[in-house]
């Protein structure tokens, strides 16, 4: 076990509304959260010393810094690929801490996705010459078009229905009908309805996507020592990690011999490796979910379930509430708010604090996770 295992706890969270359009500028979204969770935690602005972000996050940490009131800073870095960073964002102050490098951190991501034209794939250059010179001019324009391809080939190894594949959406649904704070909060969905609506990239249908939102979310990490003069009930970092697998190419994964391999195979290894308990000991996850099919390459790659087998696994409601294992309890990016799988973070600390709206009974290991299909990153929590 690794010298980082429980040496850092969460000890603040907040998040702004969640909806299409805000008003307020992303530097704005983000100052209001930091401050809040600073708040939750019963920590000055002053006292933080570390900072960790996205490289796709808009307002610069000098900035957030000097506007939030922050003092000296220690430690500071960015993580890169989108939806892989949450939790990398979380294990380098973590690590930054654990080492005595810093004391005080905050990691936290602000984005304003509602309207179209902010989507990076509305602003691909007429001449192509990174790694989308590979993709895009077969027709993978977008993210969905990626996942759909994956998903497709998915269906054709393990017969996969789409009514299986609906269990995702359905049971996230179910979840976000508990929380206030969703976007799809009183919005119920059935199956009939799911298979009813229309195509976004075949086989996957409107209710396989993220919501596109605005909104910020922030966490506070400390050390486990300092976590005991915090107001609020300590949630122990046990296990971090980030992987990149071999030969690995962006979303498409061309050139790996298995095109479902992501990069969740090399981080779930380090995962485990590090940690004293094993996949049958989580009882409540949150799985990265811009697509719905990357949660059941998730329940099989981080080892909830047998490879090939995640459709028989999730029929019957096996991730809804009530079920053998909840997933994505707040709803998730399908229909709580897309936020880069920051407020997957931030469900998880709720569960292991016991205040989740759809709070799982004696849940005490969480398994959190960031993208399937970039270089990603993974956590576990305890309380």
Known sequence: MGSLSDSTAIVG???????????????????????????????????????????????????????????????????????????????????????????????????????????????????????WKYSRPVGLLRPVDEVAL??????????????????VALAQREHANLNPRAAMYEKPLDLATYLDARWISEPLCLYDNCLESDGAVAVVIVSAERARDCRTRPVFIHSASQGMGEQYQVMTNFHCDDPLAGCSGATARNLWRQADAVPADVKVAQLYDAFSPLVLLSLETYGLCPVGEAGGFVEGGTLGPGGSLPVNTSGGSLSEAYVHGMN??????????????????????????SAHVVPSSALLLRN
Not at 58 to 72: H, K
Not at 344 to 369: P, W
Request: aromatic residues 6%.
């Open 344 to 369: 997957l973070l931030n469900e998880g600390v709720r569960q292991m604090r016991g205040s989740s709206t759809s709070q799982v009974e004696d849940a005490d290991l969480c398994l959190v996770t």
């Open 150 to 167: 994956m998903a497709r080939r998915y269906m054709h190894e393990y017969g996969l229905k789409r009514e299986q594949l609906a269990e």
């Open 13 to 131: 969270l907040a998040e702004s509304e969640y909806a299409r359009s805000l008003g307020a500028s992303e530097l704005e979204l983000s100052c209001r959260v930091v401050r809040d969770a600073l708040a939750d935690a019963g920590i000055d602005p002053r006292e933080v010393d570390a900072l960790a972000s996205f490289t796709m996050e808009g307002p610069a940490d000098f900035e957030l810094a000097r506007a939030v009131g922050m003092g000296e800073l220690n430690f500071f870095s960015q993580v890169a690929h989108g939806g892989g960073a949450a939790c990398g964002a979380v294990a380098q102050v973590a690590m930054a801490i654990s080492c005595g490098m810093a004391q005080v951190g905050v990691v936290w991501r602000s984005r304003k996705r509602g309207a179209k034209s902010s989507r990076v794939w509305a602003q691909v250059n007429d001449r192509i010459s990174d790694q």
